[in-house]
């Protein structure tokens, strides 16, 4: 009997060790339910939020807000009607609930321009919302930790139309947009004259109010790109969908240019777009920069001494630069002379190439350098096979073409 008691007793155990895992997992299941239950309907909601926006409706926009954001919100709403917009979305990727009444929710925002994106911009987004009355509404949307903040957050936008590109800008004088439009416009010819690759043939331009609102669209301190007349951005990766680049104009230093420096700018970076899907992780900065200056130069007339000034003052003071420059050499908010020497460097080593190989070498250099799996071997690799020399006669040769240009 004391068996059977025993028995019976762990019997009755397991039945109510049973009988508690199964009633946690009924409480687990009946908590989780309304978390999930949030997050289909705030997917729901933003969802809607982002078709309202896209046809610009206000009134349906305008469901979706808390009443205490509604101003800052349809402040933003009223700023994109003057962005060609064909696309945006909101992808959530994560809602915690923050209260019985509030969520914060993580999500990447995609966006395409009409007629230049093919493929969304993408950014990652926070956006705050709170319960009422069984029906949730959006209280805040900012930028995730580290992601840019965007034009339209900026201020006011005004869009010019050119014929090859695309001009938006904040608290900037309309017919200053429109001389940086003509500019572009010129550009997209004279880049594809040297670079004869498949590329769009137009170029997205984006003009913020000052130094700190282009250090804002690029999620960095403003100050690391003064004195940096442009900048261009774009995805690394080689793909057909791929969003168009944007050129990014720093407005100060880029008024300090006169007309043939504001040309030279958008030229380079004009390149910087044409050549992005053969430019990789194996192209060397000083390939990618100096194929954007030489292509920027084409044409001018102007000289070795006027294009590179700093270079030619340390060739003439004995100091000839031993190598290439390296990648680091090209970081902004350092010594500026520095970072001209290197410019001007990789400048004059592609002039060489175009000048003692051909054109049509120089081109079909740089894209095999980008075709490479990684940098190690790359340079070396094109220079074998396209030009037929090795690294030491082209550093040795680039030493005598300085000292020949600039002496």
């Not at 979305?89 to 093919?118: F, M, N």
């Not at 003509?182 to 000052?210: F, I, M, N, Q, T």
Request: proline letters at 5%.
């Amino acid at each position: 009997m004391a068996g059977q008691g025993s028995g019976a007793r762990r019997t009755a155990a397991a039945c109510l060790l049973a009988l508690l895992l199964v009633l946690t997992g009924l409480v687990g299941c009946t908590a989780a339910r309304p978390a999930d239950t949030a997050s289909g309907e705030i997917r729901t909601l933003l969802d809607r939020h982002a078709r309202a926006l896209l046809a610009r409706d206000e009134p349906g926009f305008r469901v979706a807000l808390d009443p205490a954001y509604a101003p800052t919100a349809l402040t933003v709403f009223r700023r994109l009607a003057a962005v060609p917009l064909d696309d945006w979305t909101y992808r959530v990727t994560r809602v915690d609930r923050t209260g019985d009444d509030r969520a914060t929710v993580a999500a990447v925002l995609g966006y395409r321009l009409r007629g230049h994106d093919k493929g969304p911009v993408t950014s990652g987004r926070v956006l705050d919302l709170t319960e009422r009355d069984g029906r949730w509404y959006v209280t805040g949307d900012r930028p995730a930790e580290g992601a840019p903040r965007q034009l339209w957050e900026q201020g006011d936008v005004r869009t010019v139309q050119g014929a090859r590109s695309l001009v938006l800008g904040v608290d900037q004088d309309p017919q200053r947009l429109r001389a940086i439009a003509a500019a572009a416009d010129r550009a997209v010819p004279a880049v594809s004259g040297a670079w004869p690759s498949e590329w769009a043939r137009k170029v997205v331009v984006l003009v913020p109010g000052s130094l700190d609102a282009m250090g804002g669209l690029l999620g960095a301190p403003g100050a690391s790109y003064r004195g940096i007349a442009a900048v261009t951005t774009g995805e690394t990766e080689r793909r057909a969908d791929a969003p168009a680049d944007r050129v990014i104009v720093n407005p100060d230093a880029y008024g300090f240019l006169g007309e043939f420096g504001r040309q030279l700018v958008l030229t380079h970076e004009t390149v910087h777009v044409a050549t992005r899907a053969h430019t990789s992780a194996a192209t060397p900065v000083w390939l990618s920069e100096g194929f954007a200056d030489w292509v920027a130069y084409r044409g001018t007339g102007r000289t070795a001494a006027q294009a590179a000034p700093e270079l030619r003052r340390a060739v003439r003071a004995g100091e000839l630069p031993a190598r290439l420059p390296e990648d680091a050499e090209f970081g902004f908010g350092g010594d500026a002379e520095a970072l001209a020497r290197a410019y001007e460097g990789g400048w004059l080593a592609c002039a060489l190439i175009a000048e003692r190989w051909g054109e049509t070498e120089l081109t079909e250099f740089y894209r095999a350098v980008g075709a490479h799996p990684g940098r190690e071997g790359a340079v070396e690799k094109a220079l074998q096979e396209v030009l037929d020399t090795t690294p030491e006669e082209f550093t040795a040769a680039w030493r005598t073409y300085l000292g020949e240009r600039l002496g």
